[in-house]
């Protein structure tokens, strides 16, 4: 086994230095007997270092800062947190979109509303993240035996936006985050370690399967791995393996039932929004994605490092019942190879989000990088390495600077939608003295279901036809008739061309009642401009 061996007097994490900067101010004493002031810094220091030295209490940290940074400073959430938010209601073994997990994450939100549903999803974002950093320094850890290569792998995160800015987006990506590096790192201590972990392996590896159906694709390269030498097929006769597999069909199992009963939506959505055209985004966006590789790359370098290929990682098979090659050598076959096919495809098709693909790819990379520095050529780099948490520092910075200063409206983007769903949800309850139940028609209502204090159900029903992304599941004709419904135009159009008719066509029980004509804008600031709003009154 490759270990690296650390003095005592050797730093573990090389911040020892930005301890001091937490150490300002300083705490009552509550002994009765006075201690000398310039005792109480020194203590703060050393409590201060010994929690950065802390993986875990480090990206602890890193979540609670950008949880509440986020969710004070950032307008709206993303569009994906309001499907997410109907998905979690429906409760079913899938989505038009993505496998269930999605939804699940944020079933424990549906009692909260407002704010408090606002800071939940970036909570739970940011936790996603935290989780999925630490597992990078426990693969990193395990692949090279080096605490100062882990800090450096985990830490070099800090220079992509993939971990904070750029996966706001994507309600999907951020659990990908949190469950592939665990799952590398699973499969490497199952295979080299114990098979005792097999079926904690399949419980990640199935959690991650029912994020996104691109983890297929790691578990392919993980399946050919296994078939390659028999010290890793002698796992297929292992009861923990057995036990595993049948844990990951139990996972995975009703999400297939639930697509064969919905017409495969979810792969019929990627079909729907991809074209065949020639492009250059799959290098543009493998650039973006995997730019802190070369930072990293650039780091070892300049404190006189020395990198080399994956396979001729320094390794000792003797001493161990795994395969012959080293974990590094695994682990870059299992997390390469997909991006092959997947850049290909992208680079002959045109449309979907190419970052989308590639950011669960460039999280645990970093580890793969920092494992393939050679034994003896990293003395220098925790010196650079304390400097990375600084490069997070100005991220964050530079982030909350844009917002407020609302630079390209940036920090008024979308604002319309949230006041929008408050004055909508008032003019309902003013007319009819009884809660908003269901709101529809345009794209508008769909927020209404997320930002509306009594969160409205969509009124829309699953066709196999359209494939709605957000429906309400067994919504009951009489129970609309009952409580009523909102139906909104879409924006700009006056109430003569709203058209109405595609919504009603799905219900030919409801008549409107009413119409209304109300100011309507999209971002805060913004020129307003009409849109019609048609009641259909409660028969309660």
Not at 407 to 421: D, E, H, Y
Request: with cysteine; aromatic share 12%.
């Amino acid at each position: 086994m490759r270990k690296t061996q650390i003095s005592a007097s050797e730093p573990v994490f090389p911040s020892a230095s930005m301890a001091a900067g937490f150490a300002s101010g300083g705490l009552a004493d509550l002994s009765s007997r006075p201690r000398p002031i310039a005792a109480r810094p020194s203590r703060i220091r050393r409590f201060a270092a010994a929690a950065i030295r802390s993986p875990a209490a480090y990206v602890a940290l890193y979540a609670v800062i950008w949880s509440l940074v986020s969710a004070m400073l950032d307008p709206t959430v993303p569009f994906d947190a309001v499907e997410a938010f109907n998905w979690a209601r429906n409760a079913e073994w899938g989505t038009p979109k993505n496998p269930w997990l999605v939804g699940l994450s944020m079933w424990p939100a549906l009692g909260l509303e407002g704010n408090a549903l606002s800071l939940y999803w970036y909570a739970s974002h940011f936790a996603g993240v935290a989780i999925g950093m630490l597992g990078v320094w426990h693969l990193a850890h395990r692949l090279s035996g080096s605490r100062r290569l882990a800090w450096l792998a985990m830490l070099t995160l800090h220079v992509s936006g993939a971990i904070n800015i750029d996966i706001l987006p994507y309600n999907d990506n951020f659990l990908l985050v949190m469950l592939w590096p665990w799952m590398l790192w699973l499969f490497i201590r199952a295979l080299y370690d114990t098979p005792r972990l097999w079926p904690v392996f399949a419980l990640v590896a199935g959690l991650a399967a029912m994020t996104k159906y691109s983890t297929f694709a790691l578990l392919g390269t993980m399946f050919i791995v296994t078939l390659c030498t028999p010290q890793t097929r002698r796992h297929y006769r292992h009861p923990a393996f057995l036990l595993g597999l049948a844990l990951f069909a139990a996972i995975v199992l009703p999400n297939i039932v639930w697509l064969a009963q919905h017409d495969f939506a979810a792969f019929r959505w990627v079909d729907d929004q991809i074209k065949p055209r020639l492009n250059s985004r799959a290098l543009c966006g493998a650039l973006s994605a995997f730019y802190p590789l070369i930072v990293l790359a650039l780091i070892v370098r300049l404190t006189g490092g020395r990198l080399t290929w994956p396979w001729r990682v320094p390794y000792d098979s003797q001493n161990t019942t795994g395969p012959a090659c080293s974990p590094v050598a695994i682990a870059a076959c299992v997390l390469l190879p997909p991006l092959v096919p997947i850049l290909l495809y992208f680079t002959w098709h045109e449309g979907g989000r190419i970052s989308e693909w590639l950011q669960p790819f460039a999280v645990p990379a970093p580890a793969l990088l920092a494992a393939c520095v050679w034994p003896g050529t990293n003395a220098r780099l925790w010196r650079t390495t304390r400097w990375l948490p600084a490069a997070g520092v100005l991220v964050l910075a530079g982030y909350a600077i844009f917002l407020s200063a609302n630079f390209r409206n940036a920090g008024q983007k979308f604002v319309g939608l949230k006041t929008a769903s408050l004055a909508l949800e008032q003019r309902w309850q003013t007319r009819y003295h009884t809660p908003l139940r269901y709101v529809g028609h345009d794209n508008v209502a769909k927020w209404v279901t997320f930002y509306a204090r009594g969160n409205p159900h969509l009124l829309m029903r699953w066709s196999p036809e359209h494939r709605p992304n957000i429906y309400t599941k067994d919504i009951d004709a009489a129970e609309v008739r009952a409580h009523g419904a909102m139906l909104l135009g879409h924006p700009g159009r006056p109430c003569r061309r709203a058209g109405f008719g595609k919504t009603l066509v799905q219900w030919p029980d409801l008549e409107i009642d009413a119409y209304e004509t109300v100011p309507f804008s999209y971002h805060g600031g913004a020129e307003p401009v009409t849109m019609c709003v048609a009641y259909i009154a409660p028969q309660r």
